[in-house]
């Protein structure tokens, strides 16, 4: 799998995981909002910089990039 697409699904997953912790208990723990809102800002700042520091744990774990 490619550098963007693990990006991808990894980014969606989260969300995923964060969105039903939400709609489960109305008493969420404050540590999953600002995780939340962690991953949306990181977000907008990787459009703006091109840089996300989960790229850079994949290209340590051996991620190849897209060859495209």
């Given at each position: 799998?490619?550098?963007?697409?693990?990006?991808?699904?990894?980014s969606?997953?989260?969300l995923?995981?964060?969105?039903?912790?939400?709609?489960?208990?109305?008493?969420?723990?404050?540590?999953?909002?600002?995780?939340?809102?962690?991953?949306?800002l990181?977000?907008?700042?990787?459009?703006?910089?091109?840089?996300?520091?989960?790229?850079?744990?994949?290209?340590?774990?051996?991620?190849?990039?897209?060859?495209?």
């Amino acid at each position: 799998m490619s550098m963007d697409r693990l990006l991808r699904l990894t980014s969606g997953v989260m969300l995923l995981i964060v969105f039903f912790l939400g709609i489960a208990d109305a008493n969420v723990h404050w540590f999953w909002k600002t995780f939340l809102i962690f991953m949306a800002l990181n977000q907008i700042q990787s459009a703006f910089t091109n840089w996300c520091p989960v790229v850079s744990l994949y290209r340590k774990l051996g991620v190849k990039e897209c060859p495209c």
